[in-house]
């Protein structure tokens, strides 16, 4: 089983909604990121928080909104999406520093995003 | 010029063959290099951390050339198992991790 939750799995949404994305990891990883996904393409970085600050803004659009409430969780708050915002997104966690381990990210299995 | 560019896929091989791929990277500043496995409609998971000094995981080999930007994965033996998307991966200073467009392998029987 995967160390980083994420939840829902799947999400259906209409342009209009309203909805998020939750993430949480138990590792006592300080840094967690939000990738984006599509189809035969490889993740791409939107979002980076380190000790609960934002650290990397992608230039993503506003639509997609980032919230870390502690440590242990992240969330992406979606509004007024457009359907190429369609994906997979994946979050993920790494234990910053020296050694062993560090910097190597530990994914969650995804949520896939639907957007119609 | 990308980031992080890898070699085109896909490789079709044999069970028992040995094959490798390639992965450049641009900035020269970039600090921590990896291969991550992703199977079809999962995540990525790590395969390897890359080190200088060259690293070996069972039927896994990879290699770092800093002079040259380049890491490669090398896998022998093989086997149906190993079917999947390698993603090279190259983090900056920071927090900025790069993945490379991957690369496909299917080991046919």
């Known amino acids: 089983d995967t160390e980083v939750t994420q939840t829902p799995k799947h999400l259906v949404m209409g342009m209009t909604n309203k909805k998020s994305l939750k993430c949480e990891q138990h590792?006592?990883?300080?840094?967690m990121y939000w990738y984006k996904q599509k189809a035969k393409k490889p993740p791409e970085l939107m979002f980076v928080?380190?000790?609960?600050?934002?650290?990397i803004n992608e230039s993503v659009p506003s639509r997609f909104s980032p919230e870390c409430p502690n440590s242990s969780l992240l969330n992406l708050h979606l509004h007024a999406l457009q359907p190429e915002d369609s994906a997979l997104y994946l979050c993920?966690?790494?234990?910053?520093?020296?050694?062993?381990?560090?910097?190597?990210?530990?994914f969650g299995a995804g949520s896939r995003l639907t957007v119609l | 010029r990308k980031e992080v560019e890898q070699d085109p896929g896909p490789f079709n091989v044999p069970e028992g063959a040995t094959v490798a791929f390639n992965c450049t990277y641009s900035?020269?500043?970039?600090?921590?290099f990896f291969w991550y496995r992703q199977d079809c409609r999962k995540e990525p998971k790590l395969l390897m951390s890359?080190?200088?000094s060259g690293n070996e995981d069972g039927r896994f080999t990879a290699q770092l050339n800093r002079a040259s930007q380049y890491i490669s994965l090398l896998i022998r033996d093989s086997k149906l198992s190993d079917s999947a998307t390698y993603l090279c991966?190259?983090?900056?200073?920071?927090?900025?991790?790069?993945f490379g467009a991957g690369t496909r392998l299917f080991v046919k029987a």
């Open positions: 928080y380190s000790y609960e600050k934002l650290s």
């Open positions: 890359v080190y200088s």
């Open positions: 993920a966690s790494s234990q910053e520093g020296a050694g062993s381990g560090a910097n190597v990210l530990t």
């Open positions: 991966v190259v983090k900056g200073g920071g927090f900025k991790t790069i």
């Open positions: 900035n020269s500043a970039s600090q921590s």
């Open positions: 590792m006592g990883h300080r840094a």
